[in-house]
């Protein structure tokens, strides 16, 4: 109890360190133009109180389930073990019929289309992090490539999404092969330096090469998807969706129809990927985060499997660009900053390396629960960042940090997150 | 006796120094050939001048494979492997978070691979695969049950204990259909009983058609299963002799084995 106090009282000075000047002073334009000193140390008292009895009865929480018996299964793993056969179903269910659903209006489905988008980012960079264990802090990048590619494709030469997706995938792919040759040799810090570089990179090309990209003012009016061929037009005119399927026009069967491309692009991601897992593309891709030099004594071709994790994860992140286009109409640099591949980054990391349905809830839990606090205003980044803290103490290898082998002779029984190594190159 | 692989004055430099200075030798087809030395006499540089983690400074690595002769020192170590040259390591490096038969089916990762069609027909289900991977279960048991390890098979490689890591990473070399498996060290750390059967594995591995080159300091093992003893000292070759020559090659107990009425002797050479 003591040594909970002495750790909280120590918390709080830091935070009062921290606040005192950040929080405790701030400057005012007054009358007649001077700036006038506004104190509010009455915030610093709250936010040191806060910081002094959060971490207190984490303190407290720890020391009783050190107190427990280590290595115990605690009731959350219990409960997560019941419920975790029944929760990828039902996450898909709900997926699948949420445009259905009662009190489900047009800002939510809305915000389901953003959630997925990052779903199936998440999941395309789960390959490169996650199963290959390679560092890559510019995935958002891709994301660019491919939502250039289609804009450009589209507005220039008048293709259709339907002939777009695949190419600004292989474009995207491309990309990925071309920064992975380079990288080949980097590990670690390295390796998550020239990816961050590479990040930058595309996004200051796309900034300056004005002719082609627009530079700052980026690209609009980029044509929006057709069902099949079908426009979804207001005027409910001969050919168009509504006028076909005998509907009355409205603008939610564009939002809808939204939603179900980014459901199967995000399904058509994680399908590849479940299916490579249980090959020898997928083996190798575990096996070299596992351990590289051992790869090369059994014969496997480090450069090959590098290459084809990032061009696959690459290729993903490229689909998920082209998608992001089409749904906004509109695309700048603006929209593929370094943060965007922080965030993706912090969905993998926050869901489990290497798990899908970790991966899943972690992008809804971000994205959604960033939503959904926007009500409190400037609030909303501390709680968002607290929640972030909270779920890393409670499970340090994310939500899902156990790994289920790819094959069995008896039953499969699920991999401590302990043994798997995370990767260093 | 036909040589598997030949060594022709193979000389390694780091810098100034030389780690492994003009060693020549055959290892045989259907032999166990062991390299000893005290430590820091080159031994596992001279395995990694074989296996491609080191190119040569000087000298040629030959491989006399079923396909002819193989020079080994331009290859990438991969290339190697894929030669049929299948090793494992001082310190083990199993796949940890891997399950034992997950091990073993990346050892058959080229196999497989070939398969699958390089993996874009696997994703679509248009291939051999499922026959290829049954077919790669199949070596997976049997390599198991050969290393006693097939009630472990679901059993993370990490979770397992020491000596049944060692015969798994025996197994994994195993399942690369090798011609010839170097083993660096293999019953370091082992128990009398557990290095028995470990002779008896290598005894029977040989029995089934892959020589075998073995680094190793415990000399009963060496003296009891190797056909041919190689002793490298200060990165040199003192002696290339069957077991009992060496051990009664004067050089080699100077700097080596030692005598019990001469230790001062062989420390003074050691140091």
Avoid at chain 1, 249 to 275: D, E, G, M, Q
Avoid at chain 1, 355 to 375: H, N, P, T, Y
Avoid at chain 2, 16 to 34: M, N, Q, R, W
Avoid at chain 2, 100 to 129: C, D, K, P, W
Wanted: neutral net charge; proline residues 5%.
């Amino acid at each position: 109890m003591i040594a909970a106090l002495r750790e909280a009282a120590i918390a709080a000075a830091v935070a009062f360190g921290l606040f005192v000047l950040l929080v405790g002073l701030k400057t005012e334009p007054g009358s007649a133009g001077t700036l006038i000193l506004r104190e509010r140390f009455g915030d610093v008292a709250l936010l040191c109180g806060l910081v002094f009895t959060g971490r207190l009865l984490m303190a407290l929480w720890r020391a009783r389930r050190a107190a427990v018996e280590p290595g115990a299964p605690t009731r959350l793993a219990a409960l997560t073990g019941r419920l975790g056969p029944w929760l990828a179903p039902a996450l898909l269910a709900t997926a699948l019929l949420l445009p259905w659903l009662p009190g489900i209006g047009r800002s939510e489905l809305d915000l389901g289309i953003l959630v997925l988008t990052y779903v199936m980012l998440g999941w395309g960079l789960n390959i490169v992090v996650g199963l290959a264990g390679l560092l890559d802090l510019g995935y958002v990048a891709f994301y660019a490539v491919g939502a250039y590619a289609y804009a450009l494709l589209a507005e220039n030469f008048g293709l259709s999404f339907w002939i777009c997706l695949p190419l600004a995938g292989i474009l995207a792919a491309f990309w990925g092969v071309l920064l992975g040759f380079p990288v080949l040799r980097l590990r670690g810090d390295y390796l998550a330096i020239v990816t961050l570089a590479f990040g930058e990179i595309i996004r200051v090309v796309l900034v300056n090469w004005t002719e082609l990209t627009g530079g700052p003012n980026g690209i609009s009016g980029i044509p929006r998807p057709s069902f099949f061929g079908l426009p979804f037009s207001m005027g409910g005119e001969e050919g168009s969706f509504a006028a076909v399927f005998g509907l009355e026009p409205s603008p939610s069967h564009r939002v809808i129809f939204l939603y179900y491309l980014i459901l199967c692009l995000a399904l058509l991601t994680n399908w590849v990927t479940l299916r490579l897992r249980r090959q020898p593309l997928g083996r190798a891709w575990e096996a070299m985060r596992e351990d590289e030099i051992a790869c090369r004594a059994l014969g496997i071709n480090l450069t090959a499997t590098k290459l084809s994790a990032f061009a696959l994860g690459a290729m993903f992140g490229g689909f998920a660009g082209a998608f992001f286009a089409t749904r906004q109409a509109f695309i700048s640099p603006e929209s593929f900053t370094f943060i965007e591949s922080a965030i993706i980054l912090a969905i993998v990391v926050l869901g489990g390396l290497g798990s899908q349905l970790g991966v899943a809830i972690a992008a809804i839990v971000m994205i959604g629960g960033f939503e959904l606090f926007r009500e409190f205003d400037e609030w909303r980044m501390l709680i968002f960042g607290g929640v972030m803290v909270a779920i890393m103490v409670l499970r340090p290898r994310g939500l899902v940090g156990t790994r289920t082998p790819t094959i069995a002779l008896g039953e499969r029984r699920k991999i401590s997150a302990a043994l798997v190594q995370e990767g260093r190159g | 006796m036909s040589p598997i692989l030949e060594l022709r004055g193979v000389t390694m430099r780091f810098g100034g120094l030389t780690a492994v200075k003009d060693v020549s030798f055959a290892a045989g087809k259907g032999e166990i050939t062991a390299i000893i030395g005290p430590n820091g006499a080159g031994k596992t540089t001279l395995f990694n001048c074989i296996t491609g983690f080191y190119r040569p400074t000087e000298g040629e690595v030959l491989l006399h494979g079923a396909a002819g002769i193989t020079p080994l020192q331009r290859l990438p170590d991969h290339r190697i492997a894929q030669a049929g040259v299948a090793r494992t390591f001082q310190n083990i490096r199993l796949f940890a978070g891997m399950t034992a038969l997950e091990n073993l089916l990346i050892a058959q990762h080229n196999r497989l691979m070939a398969a699958t069609g390089f993996g874009i027909g696997a994703v679509l289900g248009l291939s051999r695969y499922p026959a290829a991977e049954r077919q790669a279960v199949a070596q997976a048991r049997h390599w198991l049950a050969a290393t006693d390890l097939l009630d472990r098979a679901d059993d993370p490689a990490g979770a397992l204990p020491y000596g049944q890591q060692r015969r798994l990473e025996i197994a994994r070399a195993m399942c690369t259909d090798p011609q010839l498996l170097c083993l660096d060290e293999p019953a370091a750390g082992l128990n009398p009983r557990e290095s028995e059967a470990l002779a008896d594995l290598l005894r029977r591995i040989l029995a089934a058609g892959t020589a075998i080159l073995l680094i190793e300091h415990d000399m009963h093992v060496v003296m009891r299963i190797s056909d041919r003893v190689v002793v490298l000292d200060h990165g040199s070759m003192i002696a290339n002799d069957t077991p009992a020559a060496v051990r009664a090659d004067p050089r080699v107990i100077a700097a080596y084995l030692g005598e019990a009425d001469d230790e001062e002797s062989a420390a003074g050479a050691a140091a």
